[in-house]
């Protein structure tokens, strides 16, 4: 694939977590077998599920508002700006408990899509 510039305009979006499953926006900036780098963008009051990934190490940068991002029962406060790793076997959970959008990214090696098991 040819160099590009990437942004959520012209990459791969999903929808995922919330109440409804779709509350949440998800942006495939790298997709390769061995690199993923995700923009997402949570909504106040929104979750993910609680989960592990065997293989994929995960890292956690806030661009805007405040992530809590739950890790192995413990709360991190993850201001814009700062970014929490997660290790493979660690139990995580994303959670926007402010009441601002949280934007981040989300970057897994290898991939975390198929890697995951709940917790």
Same mark, same amino acid.
């Given at each position: 694939?040819?160099?590009k510039?990437?942004?959520t305009?012209?990459?791969?979006?999903?929808k995922w977590?919330?109440? $409804?499953?779709?509350?949440?926006d998800?942006?495939? =900036?790298?997709?390769?077998?061995? =690199? $993923? +780098?995700i923009?997402? =963008?949570?909504?106040?009051g929104?979750?993910?599920?609680?989960? /592990?990934?065997?293989? $994929?190490?995960q890292?956690?940068? %806030? !661009?805007e508002?405040e992530l809590? !991002?739950? +890790?192995?029962?413990?709360?991190?406060v993850?201001?814009?700006g700062?970014? +929490?790793? %997660?290790? #493979?076997g660690q139990?995580?959970? /994303? =959670?926007?408990r $402010?009441?601002?959008? %949280?934007?981040? %990214? +989300?970057?897994?090696? #290898? #991939?975390s899509?198929?890697?995951?098991?709940?917790?």
């Amino acid at each position: 694939m040819p160099t590009k510039i990437i942004d959520t305009t012209n990459a791969e979006h999903y929808k995922w977590g919330g109440p $409804s499953g779709t509350d949440c926006d998800g942006w495939h =900036l790298v997709k390769t077998e061995h =690199l $993923s +780098v995700i923009e997402e =963008l949570m909504p106040p009051g929104t979750k993910e599920e609680r989960h /592990a990934h065997a293989k $994929s190490r995960q890292f956690f940068f %806030v !661009l805007e508002g405040e992530l809590t !991002l739950e +890790v192995e029962r413990h709360d991190f406060v993850i201001a814009a700006g700062k970014g +929490v790793e %997660v290790h #493979p076997g660690q139990a995580h959970q /994303a =959670l926007n408990r $402010s009441g601002a959008p %949280v934007r981040m %990214v +989300v970057t897994s090696q #290898p #991939p975390s899509h198929g890697d995951r098991t709940a917790a």
